[in-house]
Each structure stands twice: as structure tokens, then as C-alpha cells.
């Protein structure tokens, strides 16, 4: 397996879809709110994706500045590995969808599906 969580960070509330592997979506959308007990809510869903797939998964998210501190900033506290990728580059694939859905659960599926398709490189820290 290949686990990946899409995240569409937003101000306040964040939308997640995981995957176990490509094209096999775990459970339905969640969100979760940027506070300690929505932040807990998504750490119990990177469990779950974890018990099930027995690895840990890779988020993907959009740069969206500083709206996604507290979700990044949860991230590297607790070690997971996480990609922060353009906006321009899932709008790019937004487009080329035959339906053209735009809610925050569908981008969160979407950069999910992203994952797949592309080659992307971790977020590391500059100094380590």
C-alpha cells in the first residue's frame, strides 16, 4: 500500500480525503478544525489510515501561507511526512477534470488523486 491524505487547508477548517493506495479511497471526506481538538480528530484519522495500510501516510496540501501553520506546524511535531505543492499546479489538474466540482471535499480528493500522478518531493525544513 501507498497511503496519502489530501488536505484543502482552509482559515479556520480543513477537509481531508486519505487513500490507502491509488484509487482506493479510505472511508468518506473529513474535516477538522485548526484547534486542539480538531487537530486530535486528524491525528486519529492518520491512525486509522495507519492501522489499516500498516504505514504511515504522506499528506499533500496546497501553499496557501499562513493559514496551514497549525496543521504543519501538528505535522512535523508528530514526524509525518508532508508535501506542499503550488496552487497553480492542482488547479491545472482541476481543469482538466470532465466535472468541474469545486468544494473544499473535492479538492481534498483531488490532491489525493495528485499524489499519484505526479513526482513531488517532501517539504524540508531548510537547515536539516
Known sequence: MNPVIGL???KEKSHGQAFLERGNPFRGTFHFQHTR????NLYQVLKDVESV????PVLILEAIGHSQSPVVQFLEEHHYIYIVINPLISNRLRKSQLRKVKTDAADAYLL???YYKEEFEPFKKRGV
Open 8 to 10: 484543502n487547508i482552509s
Open 37 to 40: 481538538d480538531g487537530l486530535a
Open 53 to 56: 495500510s500498516k504505514q504511515r
Open 112 to 114: 489525493g488523486e495528485l
